[in-house]
């Protein structure tokens, strides 16, 4: 199974601060990177598919990069809406699997 | 508008077995690919499984700590998808979702449930 390890496991950040969250696989899956964010009781919501591709609605402020086995999510200028944790996950083979989270909390 | 509802869930004892349903609408769901996904109190996700559309083959997918107690399963004459847990363990206690899956470059957990919760406790 791929293993997918996010850094850091939480963070403090300022609204308008800069976060980049890292994502890395234990073996190359190319580009089948996606990004998904997930608030307190609610349901995770796709923000990035493909490594860098904004799903519909998505804000531009988030953007995704990488490839192979290195990946990044970056939030350029942190809202308040975007207090919430961040998960990676790789499809590029089964069990698709996911990194175990990043908590982005208000400094 | 796209919409899945998970329903099913609740208390069950180990070793008992439990069926959730997932009722798509908006979308043609004969030709979706589904998957289910829980995630555990206050922790990660983790995914359960997938079925292809039958004109896909129909192929089942599951991770290995479900494999040969869980099984997915699909109504295209009613738009639903279900799932059935046998010899359900403590750990097994979770919400579940259940996704509708996108393909752009990429496989992609496109739209989610709100989630049913699975409570497995003596």
């Known amino acids: 199974d791929i293993q997918m390890t996010q850094s850091p496991s939480s963070l403090s950040a300022s609204v308008g601060g800069r976060v980049i969250i890292t994502c890395r696989a234990s073996?190359?899956?190319?580009?089948?990177l996606n990004w998904y964010q997930q608030k307190p009781g609610k349901a995770p919501k796709l923000l990035i598919y493909?490594?860098?591709n904004l799903q519909t609605g998505v804000p531009s402020r988030l953007s995704g990069r990488g490839s192979g086995t290195d990946f990044t999510l970056t939030i350029s200028s942190l809202q308040p809406e975007d207090f919430a944790t961040y998960y990676c996950?790789?499809?590029?083979?089964?069990?698709?699997?996911f990194g175990q989270g990043t908590k982005v909390e208000s400094k | 508008e796209v919409q899945l509802v998970e329903s099913g869930g609740g208390l069950v004892k180990p070793g008992g077995s439990l069926r959730l349903s997932c009722a798509a609408s908006?979308?043609?769901?004969?030709?979706?690919?589904m998957s289910w996904v829980r995630q555990a109190p206050g922790k990660g996700l983790e995914w359960v499984g997938r079925?292809?559309?039958?004109?896909?083959?129909?192929?089942?997918d599951y991770a290995a700590p479900v494999k040969d107690r869980f099984s997915i399963s699909r109504d295209d004459s009613k738009n639903i998808l279900y799932l059935q847990m046998n010899s359900l363990k403590t750990e097994d206690t979770a919400v579940y979702y259940c996704?509708?899956?996108?393909?752009?470059?990429?496989?992609?957990?496109?739209?989610w449930g709100r989630g049913t919760l699975v409570s497995v406790s003596s």
């Open positions: 908006g979308f043609p769901f004969s030709k979706a690919w």
């Open positions: 073996q190359s899956i190319t580009s089948y």
């Open positions: 996950q790789q499809s590029f083979s089964t069990p698709w699997t």
């Open positions: 493909g490594t860098s």
């Open positions: 996704t509708l899956d996108g393909y752009i470059e990429s496989w992609f957990f496109h739209v």
């Open positions: 079925i292809k559309s039958k004109t896909d083959g129909g192929t089942i």
